[in-house]
Each structure stands twice: as C-alpha cells, then as structure tokens.
C-alpha cells in the first residue's frame, strides 16, 4: 500500500497499476529521499520521470512543490497519476505526459527547466543516469537542479561513465537491491 507521508494530501492511499510492469518505490525508500530533500522541496517545479502511480511527484507537491509534471509512457499508467492526483486534490500545478523520455525532451526543450527531477525507471534498463543526461543536454536542468535517481547499480555512473564529467553524487543510500542517489550538475 502506497500514501502520502506528510503535508497537504498526508494519510491519502494511492492507486498503483496491476502486476509486474511498474515497481513503486518503496515506504521506507520514499521516507529516506524525502528526508534528505525536506528543505528543498518548497516552491520548486518538479519533474517525475518515469512516474508509474505518481507517488514521487504527489508527494513533492504535498509538501509544497510548486508544480509537477508527470511523465510515463503508459497508458495506463498516466490514467492512475490523474486518479491519484484527484485523490489527493493536488490538482493545482500538476500536469500528466503520455509519452516516452526523448520525445517528452523534444517537445519541452528550451521551454521549461526543472528544480528537482526524480527519475525512477525499470531497473533492467540501467537509464536513469543516462535520462539525466538528456534532460541536461536538452537545456531541461538548472544549475541547482537534484536530481534524484532509484537504481539497482550502487555506482550510478556505471551504465553511463561519461555522466560524470556533468554530474556530481550530493548524498547516497541503499535500500536493499534499491540505490537513492541524489546528484547535481558539476559547477
């Protein structure tokens, strides 16, 4: 079962897809990201990338997120997220994508930067570094922009060592098979 932790919407369960195609971050993952991205959180655009339920970016508006888009590429799944977003009542700022990372880049590019960016895709794609460089390379991040990623690897770079001319690991947890990493663009 799946809620929100705390702030406007807190207590409120939240609808996930049927079966195996997703795997939603877990509670005590969720606590642990949040926590390290409490005071960051207030008035900021948020991007949840590979969304599943909406979970990440629900809970970054009920904490005070400015906005949230929401980007998956099933059908289904974006059918939940507006669901949730109902649910909770988070409707101001929110904003529901149908569609795959690159041609969700084309679309936005140059129109809108990001503050936080959660990207938690299929672990068996190894992506999220290498979505994070797309975001950059399409203009998508600012220079304070966190982004948090959910992977399997505890060396985030390992699927995309080039990233890390671009990016720098602010803080690392592990979660059972789960890594939280949270990173920011090098200065």
């Known amino acids: 079962m799946m809620r929100i932790i705390t702030?406007?919407?807190?207590?409120?369960?939240?609808?996930?897809?049927?079966?195996?195609?997703?795997?939603p971050t877990s509670e005590r993952c969720k606590e642990a990201l949040f926590s390290m991205l409490q005071f960051d959180i207030e008035g900021r655009d948020v991007l949840d990338l590979y969304a599943g339920s909406g979970q990440l970016g629900l809970e970054a508006l009920s904490r005070g997120a400015s906005s949230a888009t929401f980007v998956d590429k099933s059908k289904q799944a974006t059918k939940i997220i507006d669901e949730n977003i109902i649910k909770t009542k988070l409707l101001d700022g929110s904003r529901v994508i149908c569609s795959d990372v690159a041609d969700f880049v084309r679309t936005v590019r140059g129109r809108k930067k990001f503050d936080i960016v959660f990207i938690d895709p299929p672990y068996a794609l190894r992506c999220a570094v290498q979505s994070a460089k797309t975001l950059y390379d399409a203009g998508?991040?600012?220079?304070?922009?966190i982004i948090a990623c959910e992977s399997e690897e505890e060396d985030i770079f390992e699927a995309c060592p080039e990233a890390k001319d671009i990016f720098e690991v602010i803080k690392h947890k592990k979660f059972g098979v789960a890594n939280i990493t949270l990173m920011g663009v090098k200065k």
């Open 7 to 23: 702030g406007k919407a807190r207590g409120v369960r939240l609808k996930t897809l049927e079966g195996d195609a997703t795997r």
């Open 140 to 145: 998508l991040l600012k220079p304070t922009t």
